[in-house]
């Protein structure tokens, strides 16, 4: 049969078969904490407000004019001003912090985030519902199924540890209980150890109390403490209802994190920079008190003059000089999530040389991106990481057991956290005339 094209010049793509790498998501935080419930919601508003049930599990939100018709914040909004018993006000508050925290990562530059509500803000939540039901989705074990997943704050946290009251005085907040609601965040993040606990101590704290509250977490030296970060103090913001609060800092803190990843990359210390959507903060830092907390692992929020509020620390709760830092901590975790979520391709593949050549230039490609990045320290690709994929680490034994090895370390860059200059007088030299 002829060849039914006409005379030309024909291209014909083909498959390289070369196997690439993509960047798994970095910038993708779960917020944890109280809503309303469902009930007297408008069902004409759009998008759809959601049930209880649905706001028992993650939903994923892209935007805050989404977060606020499918959690009724403007119907909190109108409860709240025409509320005149003291317990309903006080129970329609506790839905603000999760507000604002969604509010304000959006507005320091995140993209979407996920939230899990609790329905009943006049009651105490136990550190086993906030743990919650992996075959509910509820909680936290409701998010272990959402590996984009890479922050998580729970900006209610504090009102978690009492029951709304009805008298004149507001019940004191249990520190022990917060501690190990606390514990129960921490704990996720470190069995998925792809993602990082973005915590806040107790409001209204002095930094001496603050350094005393830190004392008693768990230990620094726990494998846990590089997933576990902890920002003071708390910040007074507009209020997403035009009425100014005191609020925990972590969802602002989570947009700032977003925000210096797709600006400059997760291997930046998300530090130095603008906190967007506050008016001030609860304390004021000396230079002594800073270093007091950055010693024990609190990242500080300052104000400096002409700068505005600054993120001033870019710590981990972790005393170990591996993951000391917040960026080393998340860009291993990175990396990580990206060559398994890439490499899925090679299970069931023939276990030869062939298979092993086909790791090995994949993940050097995506290592060799990342040193070109500023991600890797290092003069040449060999002095920032090594790749080892063949028969010195992959014996008969090990691929009878239908294993293939490959072993990867890598130099992460690490944050000039304090910038000495030295200043010496000279005496000036006389000029000669002649």
């Known amino acids: 049969m002829p060849n039914p094209n006409p005379p030309g010049v024909f291209v014909t793509e083909l498959p390289s078969g070369v196997r690439t790498i993509t960047g798994a998501s970095t910038s993708v935080p779960a917020f944890l904490g ?48 025409d509320a005149t018993d003291l317990a309903t006000i006080r129970t329609l508050q506790r839905c603000l912090p999760l507000a604002e925290a969604v509010y304000g990562f959006f507005a320091n530059g995140g993209r979407a985030c996920y939230v899990v509500g609790f329905t ?38 504090w009102d978690m540890t009492v029951d709304v009251s009805s008298g004149k005085e507001t019940p004191a907040l249990d520190h022990a209980a917060g501690v190990r609601r606390m514990a129960e965040v921490v704990k996720h993040c470190n069995e998925l150890r792809n993602r990082l606990a973005i915590l806040d101590p107790p409001p209204g704290q002095t930094p001496a109390q603050v350094g005393a509250f830190v004392d008693t977490l768990d230990s620094r030296d726990s494998d846990a403490a590089a997933f576990t970060t902890l920002y003071y103090p708390w910040i007074t913001v507009p209020g997403v209802d035009a009425v100014e609060r005191t609020v925990p800092p972590c969802g602002h803190v989570a947009g700032v ?37 950055n010693a024990k692992g609190v990242n ?25 830092y917040l960026n080393v901590r998340r860009l291993v975790s990175y990396l990580s999530d990206s060559i398994r979520q890439s490499s899925t391709w090679a299970v069931f593949e023939p276990n030869d040389e062939r298979l092993r050549a086909s790791l090995r230039h994949s993940v050097t490609s995506f ?23 063949d028969d010195t680490n992959n014996k008969p034994e090990t691929m009878n057991d239908g294993k293939v090895v490959c072993d990867i370390g890598v130099a992460p860059v690490r944050p000039a956290e304090f910038v000495h200059f030295t200043i010496t007088q000279i005496a000036g030299q006389s000029g000669t005339t002649t």
């Open 34 to 81: 109280y809503t309303k419930a469902s009930a007297n919601d408008d069902p004409d508003a759009i998008p759809k407000p959601l049930t209880d049930a649905e706001r028992a599990v993650p939903q994923k939100i892209g935007s805050w004019r989404e977060f606020s018709a499918r959690y009724s914040m403007a119907g909190i909004a109108k409860n709240l001003a």
């Open 120 to 157: 009943s803000p006049q009651s105490a939540v136990s550190p086993e519902d906030l743990k919650g039901n992996t075959d509910a989705r509820t909680g936290l074990a409701g998010l272990e199924t959402i590996p984009e997943v890479t922050m998580v704050a729970v900006p209610s946290l």
């Open 300 to 324: 500080c929020l300052r104000d400096f003059p002409d700068r505005g509020l600054l993120v001033w620390g870019a710590r981990t709760r972790s005393t170990t000089r591996d993951w000391r």
């Open 367 to 389: 290592l060799t991106d990342q040193w070109r990045q500023g991600a890797l320290v290092g003069r040449t690709p060999d002095e920032a990481f090594y790749v080892i994929c």
């Open 257 to 293: 994190w977003a925000r210096t990843d797709a600006e400059r990359g997760v291997f930046k210390a998300p530090a130095n920079q603008n906190l967007r959507g506050a008016l001030k903060i609860e304390t004021l830092l000396t230079d002594d008190q800073h270093g007091e907390l």
